[in-house]
């Protein structure tokens, strides 16, 4: 069945630590997403990326970096200068925007929580 | 004026009735728009896809109101398996001769608890 897989599911960082999330979807999807989710807040945008090796930074990137160099990759690194990583990190991929198409929606993998040791 | 916004509830309602939120979005260009279901601790999926003045689907609704900027989602004889977080995503309008990026504003969500 096509996809999107988030690894691992649960995840604990040291300080001044660098962790990577893996996302990997095998949906032929063009673009993918890494959102941040806080209890009781909603989705905020950290990178996006539409298409291989290319990428753009969300609303707050800052303390994480991203890399795309496979249409099925988009691992996100959390770097020790992120000074409040605890969250709910939800990675997600959609179909190419094309001129004249619809809106597409995205579709998301199961999430890593990210907690600080 | 926020993005997207919708009130966060809880709504509490009994098994059986029917319950609707509404969500209001500041820019009048967007087209169409999706409601997404998040249960606690889990990821977003997508429950429904709005692409003209509304949309149906057994027991939800969806109604776009484009001259108040609002839409409303209306679920009826509510489960219990209907208790999540529904999350109201417009999305940004297509550019002519441009590539679009895809990115979509999702609102902080309303919380719906189904009471038996």
């Known amino acids: 069945d096509g996809g999107i897989t988030q690894s691992p599911k649960y995840l604990f960082r040291k300080e001044g630590q660098n962790v990577t999330l893996s996302c990997e979807q095998n949906?032929?999807?063009?673009?993918m997403y890494w959102y941040r989710q806080d209890p009781g807040q909603g989705l905020r945008l950290i990178y996006y990326?539409?298409?291989?090796?290319?990428?753009q930074k969300g609303d707050i990137a800052e303390g994480y970096s991203v890399s795309r160099e496979k249409k099925e990759s988009f691992p996100l690194t959390v770097t020790s200068a992120q000074k409040n990583p605890t969250a709910f990190y939800l990675c997600?991929?959609?179909?190419?925007?094309?001129?004249?198409?619809?809106?597409?929606?995205?579709?998301f993998g199961d999430g890593t929580r990210l907690s600080i040791l | 004026r926020k993005e997207v916004e919708q009130d966060p509830g809880p709504f509490n309602v009994p098994e059986g009735a029917t319950v609707a939120f509404n969500c209001t979005y500041s820019?009048?260009?967007?087209?169409?728009f999706f409601w997404y279901r998040q249960d606690c601790r889990k990821e977003p999926k997508l429950l429904m896809s709005?692409?003209?003045s509304g949309n149906e689907d057994g027991r939800f609704t969806a109604q776009l109101n484009r001259a108040s900027q609002y839409i409303s989602l209306l679920i009826r004889d509510s489960k219990l398996s209907d208790s999540a977080t529904y999350l109201c995503?417009?999305?940004?309008?297509?550019?002519?001769?441009?590539?679009?990026?895809?990115?979509?504003?999702f609102g902080q969500g309303t919380t719906l608890q189904v009471k038996p």
């Open positions: 997600a991929s959609s179909r190419t925007i094309r001129v004249a198409a619809s809106n597409q929606p995205q579709h």
């Open positions: 949906l032929n999807h063009d673009a």
């Open positions: 990326s539409q298409i291989v090796n290319d990428f």
């Open positions: 820019n009048s260009a967007s087209q169409s």
């Open positions: 709005v692409y003209s």
């Open positions: 995503v417009p999305c940004p309008p297509l550019v002519s001769g441009s590539s679009n990026t895809g990115k979509l504003i």
